[in-house]
């Protein structure tokens, strides 16, 4: 019975968790170009169409996490002032970013398969 529980999975639809999901959206975005907290929740609520944004009690913390871990780098636009907080990603980050992109990269082609079956059987809507 314990060998049964230990592999059912109870998170639908995604197997993913919503820390994880923004902690990689955070590296992909911090690859190509340096962003302050309150852009990367910007970007990500544009790229997912304005359907869903992280909040930002969970983008700053993240990013402080990722800066403790090495994976990013924050330096003040005014240092005097402290306001804006920009992060780019180290090489360390880079790496880590590859690992946990090719990590996720099932879950979410499983998350997809199951929201296109539902989708399909419950609403009839061909993919």
């Known amino acids: 019975?314990?060998?049964?529980k230990a592999?059912?999975?109870?998170q639908f639809p995604s197997k993913i968790s919503t820390t994880s999901f923004v902690k990689l959206y955070i590296l992909h975005l911090l690859k190509d170009k340096s962003y302050y907290g309150n852009e990367i929740i910007?970007?990500?609520k544009v790229r997912l169409e304005?359907?869903?944004?992280p909040s930002p009690g969970m983008v700053y913390p993240l990013l402080r996490e990722?800066?403790?871990e090495g994976y990013v780098?924050?330096?003040?636009?005014?240092?005097d002032k402290k306001s804006i907080r920009r992060y780019k990603l180290t090489d360390s980050g880079y790496k880590h970013?590859?690992?946990?992109?090719?990590?996720?990269?099932?879950v979410f082609e499983d998350s997809l398969?199951?929201?296109q079956n539902v989708l399909e059987d419950l609403y009839s809507v061909k993919f």
């Open 1 to 4: 019975m314990n060998n049964f």
């Open 7 to 10: 592999m059912r999975n109870r």
């Open 42 to 44: 910007e970007e990500i």
């Open 50 to 53: 304005n359907k869903w944004e």
């Open 66 to 68: 990722l800066e403790k």
């Open 73 to 79: 780098k924050g330096s003040w636009e005014e240092p």
């Open 97 to 106: 970013y590859k690992v946990i992109l090719l990590q996720n990269k099932q």
């Open 113 to 115: 398969s199951i929201v």
